[in-house]
């Protein structure tokens, strides 16, 4: 675990809590469709594994905190961690079908690189609401 990814995990934490969407999503990417996603080509393999890398760090310092954070605050953090490598990647944000929405959690966010998440990885279906490129 690096501190970097606990500090980022906590900015990400606190981002997500008190600044509205509206304010910083712009600085994570650029607001894509769905389908310019699915033109892009696949990432370089050690891309994805440098990826999955740091999203292990930040999986490990998130029970170190004092608080709980959840899938947005997360894919956040590696975000900007992937951000300062300067590797692309796209954070998606997404909701369940509303057929499928109760007891869990209904909105999930994760990051993935070339069409494989590399962080954020929760099976069921997703309606994606919005991509994030960078």
Known sequence: MTLEALLRLCAAWLL?????LR??????GTVVTTDQIAALP???PQAIA?????????????????FATKCLPRAIA???????RDQSYCLRIATRPAHERGDRDDLHAWVEIGGA???GDLPGTWVVLLNLLD
């Open 16 to 20: 997500v809590r008190f600044v509205p």
């Open 23 to 28: 304010r910083w999503r712009d600085r994570l």
């Open 78 to 84: 590696l975000a900007r961690m992937l951000q300062a």
């Open 42 to 44: 696949p990432a370089d």
């Open 117 to 119: 998440k590399v962080i």
């Open 50 to 66: 440098e990826a999955r890398r740091l999203a292990l760090h930040v999986e490990r310092a998130a029970p170190r905190l004092p």
